[in-house]
């Protein structure tokens, strides 16, 4: 429950931030076909956006640079009805009604197997509902359509700390923060211990 608990007060994962973002002039038309997300075919723009969060200096310059990857994230649906499935899935889930955020979100799915922002949210919605195993399904998914995806990297460390795998998150979460360096959840990365020296003479 802590860890549910500290994901609702999240933007990152939870994409709880785009519900308030105004509509991107990107939006794509409906009509058009499915995009890949990847480093091979990535929009110049998309670049940009994330060599800025990379170089950001301060907290607010990250949090501003991690809003402009989020508008950019969902301006990429492949039409506007699977971007509306996404918005109202995340009313339901916002609302509680898990049951009827996975539905949707099976269905923008179906119609838009490429989109990886789709993935994310079903991901996190299958975790809010205790299926682990699918969220972590979905959220693989969603990283392997969008390699810098750092919400759903973040969403599956925690996936991985609640399956008892505590190694494998906090390489995950170091990847995340690799990318963004002011995600929220680098809090919960824990120092490496520090190796003794070896003594003089002592080859190992």
């Excluded at 931030?17 to 091979?40: C, D, F, I, K």
């Excluded at 640079?65 to 109202?88: G, V």
């Excluded at 995340?176 to 995600?183: K, M, R, S």
């Amino acid at each position: 429950m802590r860890y549910r608990a500290a994901l609702f007060r999240s933007a990152l994962w939870t994409g709880v931030v785009l519900a308030a973002l105004p509509a991107s002039a990107e939006t794509v038309e409906p009509g058009a076909g499915p995009q890949p997300h990847s480093l091979q075919d990535s929009h110049p723009t998309e670049a940009r956006l994330f060599a800025t969060l990379k170089d950001a200096r301060t907290e607010a310059e990250g949090r501003a640079a991690e809003s402009a990857i989020w508008r950019h994230w969902m301006a990429a649906a492949p039409d506007l009805a699977t971007r509306q499935l996404l918005e109202r899935a995340m009313e339901r889930r916002e609302s509680y009604d898990f049951a009827g955020a996975r539905s949707l979100l099976d269905e923008a799915i179906a119609a838009a197997p490429t989109y990886a922002e789709a993935w994310n949210q079903r991901g996190f919605v299958r975790f809010l509902q205790d299926d682990f195993d699918g969220a972590l399904a979905d959220v693989d998914q969603a990283i392997q359509l969008e390699p810098r995806h750092f919400a759903a990297m973040s969403g599956r460390a925690i996936i991985l700390m609640r399956q008892g795998r505590f190694g494998l998150a906090q390489n995950q979460l170091r990847a995340a923060v690799a990318i963004h360096p002011f995600l929220k959840e680098r809090s919960m990365i824990v120092p490496e211990p520090a190796r003794s020296p070896r003594p003089p003479g002592v080859d190992l």
